[in-house]
């Protein structure tokens, strides 16, 4: 470790003995510690008590990306932890800096995605007292309740450990969000050079492998060879896993349908014969063996009953049975019963089936193919849709532009956010490769958008596209600017429809604009304009084309507003069933 020393008087001056000592302080202990452990980037937003920690990060070579607002950086973050699978660092101001990142270390929390909040805070002895210091807060306290684990450091001798069991609460098991307090006083305490290079950890072994129990391997293989309708359910977990050649040797294989989580697209192309997502509705309630990798059975999956899973009710179970690969041993039986819960990380678990693979019975022909006569039909009328060109554009048309250049560029980063925006990108446009999209995750966020722009840039080195809502883009707009500063190869396509949904609400008494409507013809293009980027603006499919085709040519970053039919969106996009309406006089 190469810890640059200081020379500082020795405390007592007073002995002819006395020698400069060699000594180094909080700041340089957790520059040194993250740089240790291969953490070598850092998301943040400057000022006391952490500028100098920017500062001197920067000059000892990990790489700063300054944003306008915490939660960008938190979230690009977080998003850096999932495409990585190591932490994702953001770091942030007392009080108010910490609260603003606090939305992304949720988040992360509850995506499974590892992530450290490193948060400058006041005195102790102040903010115990509650004397009102400089943004004064009981950061710890707050943080606890929404991140797998919170840790305050307060001796420059325990940086190492405290950043050490950072790393290991957030990237062990199930990955998630970490906080880490780290108070203004700490970063100017010296301590002897020595006992600091001491003092550090290089953690070994991170995110240990979860081999899963033989028996739970029988039981799952047992029930998978029995099933006549079987089907499997990637979730983000399996694209995080990293596992993607043996999970698409078990889907190949075994031949059995499979259906993939929004960001679980492209471990195997959507276009892939085995792909079930064009009769999604028709394989939930039918299928009678379902085997779910990394995907929980939440909201997103109906909580795995209901009209979905072919109940009779909400609350009625369909007639699956139910194989669940999860590193986490309670998440089984959490919404209904697990027949065959098989515990372990997805790579060792997806391993282990391999190794039985050869005896499990290719999936029955009578299902594939009915699953394929859905597929065609749904495909087919699709297309029909797709093929339009109506004027104004809808989702649709500008969205047929948008797959053809994914489909040419099947190694940018697709980042997606918004209502329909989301819900039509995500049936429309066909991923190709694992982790390449990246969206608003298992809450349905608005903010992810420009945070993960500059993380999946900055990670993959890829061109990145955003298909953002104009109410999306809104959340993190200003960092088009932090977009152009850092020069990213950033191409966003605003799908400006005029408002929260649609354009057309009207207040009826007449006062106000509609609550779900912005200003009409805004012209999102000009704001990058003022950073020095690149506007356009799309009123055709042909334009739009045009536009992403040259902002992927020049990699320079662009912002296109696509305008689109106001009236072309439904309310809430694909899940308004969820939005309580007011009874209608
Ligand atoms: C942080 C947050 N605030 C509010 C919402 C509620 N919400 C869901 S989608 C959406 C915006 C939808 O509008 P837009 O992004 O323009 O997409 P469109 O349907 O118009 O394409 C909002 C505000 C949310 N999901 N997250
Ligand atoms: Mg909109």
Sequence with gaps: MAIVTESAPAAAPSTAAAQPQET??????????????GLDTI????????TDLTRRAQADGIRVLSFRHEQNAGYAASIAGFLTQKPGICLTVSAPGFLNGLNALAHATTNCFPMILISGSSEREVVDLQQGDYEEMDQLAV????????????????????IARAIRAAVSGRPGG???????????????????????????????KQLPAPDAVKRAMDLLKSAKKPLIVLGKGAAYAQA?????ALIEKTGIPYLPMSMAKGLLPDTHEQCASAARSFVLPEADVVMLIGARLNWLLSHGKGKTWGGKSSKDWGNQKFIQVDISPIEADSNVRIDAPVVGDIGSVVAAFLKDIASVPRAPADWVNAINERKSKNVAKMGETLAKDPSPMNFHSALNVVRDIVKANPDAMLVNEGANALDFTRSIVDMYKPR?????????IMGIGMGYCVAAAVVTKQQVIAIEGDSAFGFSGMEVETICRYDLPVCIVVMNNNGVYRGTDVDPTGRDPAPTVFV????????????????????TP???RKAMEEAIRSRKPTLINAVIDETAGTESGRITGLNPTAKKK
């Design 520 to 539: 009409k013809g805004a012209r999102y293009d000009r704001i990058i304009e003022a950073f020095g980027g690149v506007g356009a603006n799309a009123t």
């Design 43 to 50: 998301y943040g937003l400057p000022g006391i008590p952490i």
């Design 178 to 208: 970490v906080y880490l307090d780290l108070p203004a006083k700490l970063f100017a305490q010296s301590i002897e050079a020595e006992a600091g290079r001491k003092s550090l950890i290089k953690v070994v072994d991170p995110a240990p």
């Design 542 to 544: 042909a334009e739009l």
């Design 244 to 248: 993607d050649a043996d999970i698409k």
């Design 24 to 37: 180094v302080d909080g700041f340089k202990l957790v520059i040194e510690a993250l740089k240790l452990n």
């Design 436 to 444: 390449k999209r990246i969206d608003v995750g298992t809450w349905g």
């Design 143 to 162: 943080a606890k309740p929404i991140c797998k684990a919170a840790f305050r450091v307060l001796h420059a001798e325990d940086i190492g450990v405290g």
